[in-house]
């Protein structure tokens, strides 16, 4: 248990230079001034600096945007207000509509907005709220359409900006480029403003993604009531899964029992979880326990209906019920997935629950932090998985608490990000020598690819899209990698969803079972030509999961010093995996039933990776204790993926490893930890920055671990294509042990 203590309210004025008008309008609701951070951004923005605040969930960050942003669409300008999530834009839209104030025209420009509304939109709304996707795929390619609301564009507002990180944060970046670079074809110059949780160095980061000078508001002077926040670890059960390990009860029936104790206890309580179908099955499970205990004690019979699921895939209007309906206490218990981790107002709750790690502290306390908004006391729960991560922080909460929050990691010089943003620059406007300095110090490298690729055309007065297609189409700025999977059910025709390319090599291949909205269906044939994965109902008592064999080879090694007896490297390398077959396990028992082979293609990764070697010195020393060398260096890459999140802002699916007893590139015991983005994301490389602290805390989770021989909570990767064979515990410990210089520790 944490007691964070409650925190004092600076004092609250108002700018001078803020309209009567809009003083009145917030005096109406309640708000008295600005505190003291959210008067200095705005009077930053308000004199023309472009600036990043960068303060506590509820600290009031949108009230520093908006007074600025309003101010100047009352002066005659007009507002682009960037949002990871429609939810959050949604939100934004009611306070604004709120203030009834003439001249002050917002709307959302969305996927969710009819054609019609867009028309509306264009001509007429001077506070436009939309998304990246929105800008990159319409208002850009169609500036031309949207040239009276360039020309008298005053601010862009890009609000939880943390959520612009890796590989998207990059595409974002770049995006961010032509956005500038149309503004002054239309002669605006727009402050920029931008807004995230507390983040580490939050203005380098605000200058890599936008390319522009910051300043930076970091003192948080907003109220706020005390928070004890708890660390959970669910129990081990009397189950065992591979190699005998313990199995530990899930943490989303952890969650679902402890949500329906305290909508029981008339607590308004937000549960986030890692994925759309945790969701739901926390929301069922909740709702189901709620109905034995009403049918049982004599409770309301409607109980179980003060608890939904809340996710994305869901009608834009279905979602805003939901909104209200937490807002207003009709919805007790809300199980949701990150989508509501952003600053939509919710304000009233009592409690979060947290299932499983959420990648970063950042989310973390952004979760945290969506309970006790109106001042009250508040309660926040972390609830552990079985997993090297989350098992790791519920034994180290010093890794949690009083810490700062990670450094926000991406590259906007990623080859594999710059191009595509370059032809779709080049389609919006013909490139010139002057728009190289936007777009950073690899564009003139990238340009002479792009020519030689036929892509771009150059000419003397600059460089042209040569293709009748769209340019955007080239920037897969969600990182998908291809066109999706359609998986389809074969008698009916009827499409289920998409599956990523890369993903359907692992989930909708030849035999695999796949889930959809709780039924199981069976693939029958994955044609990847096509893009179709066709599938039928079925009700089999076994879950399928992929094989795969994973090569790796050094393209280059652009960094390198000592670690212990061995070297740590930082560079390029190369990753062909190919899925060879797959596994069906008995759903109840675990038991393997069969070993079925695929003939799938290769697919091939260009990326980043950090590696490290031990001499044959040290590796002779270790096979003579009699360890399984290949066992501890996979036991060791494992644990080292799930420990990197911890150092790096990345989730474990966002990078991957390979481990070898003799390597053929480094001719040595070689482990490596790789990005599993085209080009490198950035995460591989934080790695290597901070390898004896990362290393570490990876020897550290195993040691604690209270298991024999290796279990998920330590050793154990639930996407090993090897099937967690062979792992060595001991061997591990040691072999982490020799390489950081510990003894026989």
Known sequence: MEHVPARQAGQARWPDWVAEPLVTRWANQGISGLWPHQAEAAELAHGGRNVIIATGTASGKSLAYQVPAITSVLDGGTVLYLTPTKALAADQLRVLNGLDLPGLRAATFDGDTSYDERDWVRRHANYILTNPDMLHRSLLPRHPRWSAFWRRLSMVVIDECHGYRGVFGSHVAQILRRLRRICARYGSRPVFFLSSATASEPRAFATRLTGLQMAEVTTDASPRGATTFALWEPPLTELRGERGAPVRRPATAETADLLADLVLADVRTLAFVRSRRAAESVSLTTRARLSDLAADAGLPADLPEKVSAYRAGYLAEDRRKLEKA???????????????????????????????????????????????????????????RDDPLDTYLVHHPEALFGRPVEAIVLDPDNPYVLGPHLCAAAAEVPLTEDDLEIFGPATKDALTGLVAQGLLRQRPTGWFWTRREWATDLADIRGAGGPPVQVVEASTGRLLGTVDEPSAHTTVHTGAVYIHQGEAFLVGELDLEAGVALVEAGTPDYTTFARDVTEISVLESLRSRPLGPGELHFGSVEVTRQVVSYIKRRLQSGEMLGDEELDLPPRTLRTRAVWWTLPASAVTALAEEGLDLGGAAHAAEHASIGLLPLFATCDRWDIGGVSTELHADTGLLTVFVYDGHEGGAGFAERGYARAAEWLTATREAIASCECDRGCPSCIQSPKCGNGNEPLDKTGALRMLAALLSLGDT
Do not use: K, N
């Open 326 to 384: 937490l807002r207003s206490g009709e919805c007790l218990g809300l199980a949701t997935t990150s989508a509501l981790e952003l600053g939509v107002d919710v304000s009233g709750l009592d409690a979060v629950l947290i299932a499983g790690w959420p990648g970063t502290r950042a989310s973390l306390w952004q979760q945290a932090g969506r309970a006790g908004r109106s001042g009250q006391d508040a309660l926040a729960v972390l609830i552990a």
